[in-house]
């Protein structure tokens, strides 16, 4: 197994997007009760293309648990951090050191969505509102069916735009 060292260089990218995270998630996000709508997901999403599953799991971890103590928009629920770490977790399984093919994206996306956002994240909102977990599934389904596709197009932009090669080629 071919484990990077991260270098100076590397813990500060991923200290920078992961306060990129933190501010799109908790600042510039439009949030009702049972879903989020934002672009806070990328920066997570390049820290698994560019680090793996791993770091990604555990910058996710770290993410979660200080933009909740920074900027609490609701109350703590371990859940969410759960959810939080297993999409970086998948993101990076998907597609770290893959080639970035449309098809990974949504197969990416895809898992994300059913697993953590459809399955785990309304188990937790269902647990923590005290609503059957069938009375808040079938907004969800809606709110993915519409940002399931808006998830893939953005990180397929990402991709292709060659943000990645470009500036962080010598982590890659």
Do not use: C, H
């Not at 560019?50 to 990604?56: L, R, S």
């Not at 920074?70 to 939080?84: D, E, R, V, Y």
């Not at 996306?109 to 399955?119: D, E, F, P, T, Y």
């Amino acid at each position: 197994m071919n484990k990077k060292k991260l270098d100076a260089r590397a813990i500060a990218i991923i200290g920078l997007l992961m306060a990129l995270e933190i501010i799109l998630t908790r600042v510039f996000s439009f949030e009702v009760p049972f879903f989020r709508i934002g672009i806070g997901f990328l920066p997570g999403v390049m820290i698994a293309m560019m680090y793996g599953p791993w770091i990604a799991g555990i910058t996710a971890l770290a993410t979660d648990i200080i933009g909740m103590t920074l900027l609490p928009k609701a109350m703590f629920f371990p859940g969410f951090t759960l959810s939080a770490v297993l999409g970086a977790v998948i993101y990076g399984l998907v597609l770290y050191k893959k080639p970035k093919s449309l098809g990974r994206i949504i197969v990416a996306v895809l898992l994300v969505s059913v697993i953590v956002n459809l399955g785990l994240n309304s188990l937790w909102l269902s647990m923590m509102y005290d609503k059957a977990f069938i009375a808040i599934f079938p907004g969800r389904v809606v709110s993915n069916l519409i940002g399931t596709p808006l998830r893939v197009a953005l990180i397929y932009l990402v991709v292709k735009s060659r943000v990645l090669e470009r500036y962080l080629q010598p982590v890659l």
